[in-house]
T-cell receptor, first 115, second 113 residues
Framework: EAGVTQFPSHSVIEKGQTVTLRCDPI?????LYWYRRVMGKEIKFLLH????????ESGMPNNRFLAERTGGTYSTLKVQPAELEDSGVYFC?????????????FGPGTRLLVL | AQSVSQHNHHVILSEAASLELGCNYS??????LFWYVQYPGQHLQLLLKYFSGDPLVKGIKGFEAEFIKSKFSFNLRKPSVQWSDTAEYFCAVRMDSSYKLIFGSGTRLLVRP
């Protein structure tokens, strides 16, 4: 069974440009999460999809970030326009079902560097 | 605010030494607890998890963790580390019915051969 995949693995862009990150969850997983780790600090929650619906987007930093999950399969996270402080590693995770026994499985992350 | 603390940011050990990484959280309700590991160049992998029951949890690769509710702790242990355990280790907590994980800042472990 394939794990969570993310594309690209690395992205280097200039301030003001737009970047779109993609996450493909494990097949059959309805829950999809985005997390971010900035500058070696803790990994922080960004948002949570259940199928195509946003369940919780309380962690999104500001309106420059837009996440979508059309059709309830893969998800994209767009940063527009990117700022220097957006640099970091963006992780995606998925899980089969929510509840007390939920386990989230993580992708390899996308390293974003904004110059 | 709810938080997770990993007190050791960097740990250096020699092979065969014993390991204990600390994890404390600040929340008085029900928690689910996790340790994830990220080996160099790889993705975050689940080492072990605690949901309920026996507070001593055994995971993969000889790791174990003990949930001590009175101390709000979930420390990770391994009796004898190997060079291949060199990685970054993350403690994560899910609180009550929340879906999101709250992570500690991570501990980088270097095992010298």
């Amino acid at each position: 069974e394939a794990g969570v995949t993310q594309f690209p693995s690395h992205s280097v862009i200039e301030k003001g440009q737009t970047v779109t990150l993609r996450c493909d969850p494990i097949s059959g997983h309805d829950n999809l999460y985005w997390y971010r780790r900035v500058m070696g600090k803790e990994i922080k929650f960004l948002l949570h999809f259940v199928k195509e619906s946003k369940q919780d987007e309380s962690g999104m930093p500001n309106n420059r970030f837009l996440a979508e999950r059309t059709g309830g399969t893969y998800s994209t996270l767009k940063v527009q326009p990117a700022e220097l402080e957006d640099s970091g590693v963006y992780f995606c995770a998925s899980s089969q079902e929510t509840g007390p026994q939920e386990t989230q499985y993580f992708g390899p992350g996308t390293r974003l560097l904004v110059l | 605010a709810q938080s997770v603390s990993q007190h050791n940011h960097h740990v250096i050990l020699s092979e065969a030494a014993s390991l204990e990484l600390g994890c404390n959280y600040s929340y008085g309700g029900t928690v689910n607890l996790f340790w994830y590991v990220q080996y160099p160049g790889q993705h975050l992998q689940l080492l072990l998890k605690y949901f309920s029951g026996d507070p001593l949890v055994k995971g993969i690769k000889g790791f174990e963790a003990e949930f001590i509710k009175s101390k709000f702790s979930f420390n990770l242990r391994k009796p004898s580390v190997q060079w291949s355990d060199t990685a970054e280790y993350f403690c994560a907590v899910r609180m009550d019915s929340s879906y999101k994980l709250i992570f500690g800042s991570g501990t980088r472990l270097l095992v010298r051969p």
